[in-house]
């Protein structure tokens, strides 16, 4: 059994495609997240110590992209769209920012959203790795996502579509799926899933998840599911719903329980504890 074992491991080994360094791949983003939005304990004293900064980020990067390219040049040019690209998602983030600030009421400033929000964290991770995702680089985006994931329990998927401005609050619990479109001006509560109505590996490079509208609200713990599933703009989908088939714009979806109230004391009907 030993024998059989120490053969199947060397055998992952032998026959692993990459090979990756994911502490190094987490750090990166984790630390280029902190310097670009002003989290690091120190402040950069010139926009020349920021310049350098920023080409030793990119240098570090674009070692990391080696592993996951047959020549350097590839990696080099990877490198170069990220942060090409980058000035244009940060500019995406910064109105993200400022629609939580603006539709929060527990949110005091721009500076606590950026530091502690898990909602703007797991945002900002997912907009770096879907420009990843959409130059088809391996593994890498799914890394930072799940980097994201792990630490905020929000889970979305790099090649997810998400426009902006956008809006996570609280968050734990949220999934949103690989083929989700989702329009400008959406806010997402805690627990909801944007997920698919089937696993199937069949369907693998189908449209498996909704398409969310512009401002739409969907609140706690409802579920939309499906890839023909539109919900239409401005709709207002209630917290606990389950959602599988299109709603037309301006649509109000809510789930009625119901409650029952009665006095503690005094009561006819026995209390018994089973443990």
């Given amino acids: 059994m ?14 692993r495609k990459y090979d990756l360094n ?16 002003f989290l690091e304990l120190q402040r950069c004293n010139s926009e020349n110590e920021m310049n350098n900064r920023l080409i030793g980020f990119k240098k570090d990067f674009t070692e990391i992209l080696q592993s996951v390219f047959d ?27 400022e629609f939580l600030l603006q539709n929060d009421p527990a949110a005091a400033s721009l500076e606590e959203i950026t530091f502690s929000y898990p909602g703007f964290y797991a945002t900002a991770i997912y907009r770096f790795a879907h420009e ?10 799914r890394i930072w996502t799940e980097l994201a994931h792990s630490k905020t329990g929000i889970d979305i998927h790099p090649g997810a579509t998400i426009g902006s401005p956008f809006f996570i609050d609280h968050g734990t619990g949220i999934v949103i799926g690989e083929t989700s479109n989702i ?19 069949e369907i693998a490079n189908t449209k498996r998840h909704p398409t969310i509208e512009d401002h739409v609200v969907i609140y706690a713990n409802a579920t939309v ?13 209630g917290g606990n719903v389950w959602i599988t088939e299109s709603l037309p714009a301006n649509s109000v979806v809510f789930h009625k329980g119901q409650v029952t109230i009665k006095q503690k004391y005094p009561t006819e009907e026995p209390i018994n504890y089973f443990i």
């Fill in 2 to 15: 030993k024998s059989i074992f120490l053969k199947h491991l060397h055998e992952g080994y032998a026959n």
């Fill in 22 to 37: 994911k502490s190094r791949i987490e750090k990166f983003i984790d630390d280029f997240f902190r310097f670009v939005f």
């Fill in 71 to 97: 020549t350097p040049e590839e990696a080099n040019q990877t490198a170069e769209y990220f942060f090409e690209k980058f000035p244009e998602v940060y500019v995406t983030l910064e109105k993200d920012a």
């Fill in 132 to 141: 990843l995702y959409v130059k088809n680089i391996p593994v890498i985006p």
């Fill in 183 to 201: 329009g400008n001006f959406v806010k997402l509560y805690q627990g909801v899933t944007l997920g698919a109505l089937s696993v199937s590996k």
């Fill in 225 to 237: 599911l499906g890839g023909e599933t539109t919900i239409g703009e401005g709709c207002i989908i």
